[in-house]
């Protein structure tokens, strides 16, 4: 007789859970599901940063640093700015405001004026020292000039700094070329007519002019024969004792020793000194330089 057949297990389909395993309670581990050979092959693998190698700094990290260089070199601009106004206000106060370059009186040249001329030290001076301590940059060397001229007895002044601290002041003055009749004596006039001085006597080396003082041309026969004498050199000039006429075109010289040189007008002046400078080579009572190129004498 054979044993009973064991029961059959009811077939189960894929899905159907399957019976664990028995484990023991205190000894079992629960082994890692295995993942699929599919998903081990695509999934990325995290490394771990070597520490002996520099780390690049992260993305906040580059901006922190960003923004530090900027304000590192806005600072240096501002810095660079203010150095820069610096050194300039430097320079500038030095050359403006300090004594650095300030006019010093005692480094002063004055030329043209003083005993022999007629233009007095003192008044040169005067005026300079009115500007003692401005600095040469700031000085108005036109104005000085300007200062200088308007006295009277100067024909024209050139001004030029000397650095650091001093001027060279070089003034032309008027000469006189004739004595005139005043009401209160004599007075020295120059080329221009201007009076540069008086006198009680007729100065030894200036001849005395004699034209009319009124009349609608007085003034310019006064200059007509003032230009003559001008032109004429120094010691020719100093052979004339007077010096008139009735009008511009009508000009006599008369000598010191009594000679009358006919001049007629002052057109050609410096070619009839000319010759009448070769003239007074022979005596004669009347040179006439009327036409220079055709001069003549006369007993």
Partial sequence: MRPPAAPRQPRRGPDAEQPAPPRDAETAEVAPAAEPAERRRWLPVRQQPDPSLPQRPGFLERLAEQARARRRLAWRKVLLVVGV??????IAWALLLSPLLALDVTEVAVSGVGEGTTVPREEVVALVEERAGTPLTRLDTGALADDVRAITTV???TVTREWPRGLAVDVVPREPVAAATAEDGLVLLDADGVVVGTAQ???QDLPRVTVPLEGARAGQTLSAVLSVLAELPPDLR??????????PASIRLE???GAEVLWGSVEESELKAAVLAVLREREASVYDVTVPR????SD
């Fill in 294 to 297: 055709a001069p003549t004498l």
């Fill in 255 to 257: 000598l010191t020793d």
């Fill in 85 to 90: 106004l610096a050194v300039l206000g430097g």
């Fill in 155 to 157: 024909r024209s002044v």
């Fill in 238 to 247: 100093a052979e004339v004792d007077t010096a008139g006429a009735v009008n």
């Fill in 201 to 203: 006597e007729t100065p």
